[in-house]
């Protein structure tokens, strides 16, 4: 044995053992680079297709943007001004609808006024007139004046919202 204990014939064997190991990945490495060369010419070549479908599809968007800016904006923008009249009618007819909603609301309210005292004053007003007959200093007594006096309310007019032709 050496001084080394015999370690030096190990390191000897084991440097064998690598270089052996190392040619063997290298040769490895350059089979396996061979195999998958074709596939990653393939992967290139499809990645370069799917790029210039992308370039040709970016072209066709700006193209379409600029017809579409200098002919079909002028467009939308000539049907908007045509419109106008149109949108001015709406608004009147609009304002129609609220005053007519105003106005069956307040008849609404007179009807139910008239109702309450129709309801509370028809019994009443007939034993008052019967009464009134045997006794006029009675019936003055007991007559409360009337502060419901009907009032006609102002309803809308189609002509004060429409044009006549």
């Known amino acids: 044995m050496d001084g080394n204990g015999g370690t030096g014939h190990q390191l000897k064997c084991e440097d064998k053992v690598v270089e052996k190991l190392a040619a063997d990945y290298a040769a490895m490495s350059r089979g396996n680079l061979a195999v998958h060369h074709g596939d990653l010419v393939e992967t290139v070549i499809t990645l370069e297709e799917q790029l210039n479908t992308f370039t040709q599809m970016i072209q066709l968007i700006e193209k379409d943007s600029s017809s579409m800016c200098s002919s079909v904006l002028p467009e939308i923008t000539a049907q908007y001004r045509s419109l106008q009249p149109t949108f001015s009618q709406i608004d009147r007819l609009q304002e129609l609808v609220d005053r007519v909603?105003?106005?069956?609301?307040?008849?609404?309210?007179?009807?139910?006024?008239?109702?309450?005292?129709?309801?509370?004053?028809?019994?009443?007003?007939?034993?008052?007139?019967?009464?009134?007959?045997?006794?006029?200093?009675?019936?003055?007594?007991?007559?409360?004046?009337?502060?419901?006096?009907?009032?006609?309310?102002?309803?809308?007019?189609?002509?004060?919202?429409?044009?006549?032709?």
């Open 101 to 165: 909603q105003a106005d069956m609301d307040a008849l609404e309210s007179q009807l139910l006024v008239a109702e309450e005292g129709a309801t509370k004053g028809t019994l009443k007003g007939v034993l008052r007139s019967q009464l009134s007959l045997f006794s006029w200093q009675d019936k003055q007594a007991t007559e409360v004046p009337k502060d419901n006096k009907f009032e006609q309310i102002e309803i809308f007019r189609t002509e004060n919202f429409f044009q006549s032709k």
